[in-house]
């Protein structure tokens, strides 16, 4: 089964700086999706970034980026210029290819922004 | 466009009792989700629609959980009766579910779900 680990329950950063939230997975199967959502109080899970695990280029969108290492089944996010509505929980998410499959989540992270 | 749509936003009742969520998706998506997320956990996936078949409930409790979609839009979600470690926010979800990217590459769009809380 695959499952996925956040080991970070909560992190912090100061307002403009850069943090890095962290991920693993286990799998068996050599193709398949990754992403991060962002859950704010709101409840409304929203997609931040995915990865498809046959890209080897990293996925960036404005201020997000990944580090997808394979081997090593890691899958970090990067927020650049961190800004108060980044504020948030942040789940890892893993998706096998194949209709109808399945997206499991980890246990999130709770990200804090300082002013 | 508008987004997945749920009621009630909030919901507290005693155990043993029943109740019902609403979920309409987003105009033309195919796939409908449902998601149990128990506080400090990620969502769990409790039932998955595709149009008005059911396509994965193995994770549903079935002696109290019931979902239905009938007429392959809008969906309801009950539990009858009610325990304790129901206490959750429920999720719905919907992508399209055909086309490219049908594999498991298309995005999930989630309404803002619906808290739940069992005295």
């Known amino acids: 089964a695959q499952t996925v680990t956040q080991s970070q329950p909560e992190m912090s950063v100061q307002e403009a700086e850069t943090v890095t939230l962290s991920c693993t997975y286990d799998?068996?199967?050599?193709?398949?999706?990754l992403f991060w959502y962002k859950q704010p109080p709101s409840r409304q899970m929203i997609l931040v970034i995915r990865?498809?695990?046959?890209?080897?280029q990293n996925a960036t969108e404005n201020r997000f980026s990944v580090n997808f290492q394979k081997a090593a089944k890691s899958f970090s996010l990067k927020i650049s210029d961190s800004q108060l509505g980044d504020a948030a929980m942040y789940f890892c998410?893993?998706?096998?290819?194949?209709?109808?499959?399945?997206?499991?989540f980890g246990k999130g992270i709770t990200l804090s922004v300082r002013p | 466009e508008a987004g997945v749509a749920q009621s009630p936003r909030y919901k507290i009742i005693e155990k043993r009792q029943s109740v019902a969520f609403w979920c309409n998706p987003i105009?033309?998506?195919?796939?409908l989700y449902w998601y149990q997320q128990i506080l400090g956990q990620g969502p769990k996936l409790l039932i998955q629609?595709?149009?008005?078949?059911?396509v994965d409930d193995s994770q549903l409790p079935k002696d109290r959980f019931s979902a239905e979609r009938l007429k392959g839009v809008d969906s309801t979600l009950k539990i009858q009766p009610a325990k304790l470690e129901d206490s959750a926010v429920y999720l719905c979800?919907?992508?399209?579910?055909w086309g490219p990217g049908a594999d498991g590459n298309q995005p999930q769009h989630f309404g803002d779900g619906t808290r739940l809380s069992i005295l």
């Open positions: 979800a919907s992508s399209l579910g």
């Open positions: 799998t068996s199967e050599s193709d398949y999706y």
């Open positions: 990865q498809e695990a046959y890209k080897q």
């Open positions: 998410a893993y998706r096998p290819t194949g209709a109808n499959s399945k997206l499991t």
């Open positions: 105009s033309g998506h195919a796939t």
């Open positions: 629609f595709q149009n008005n078949g059911v």
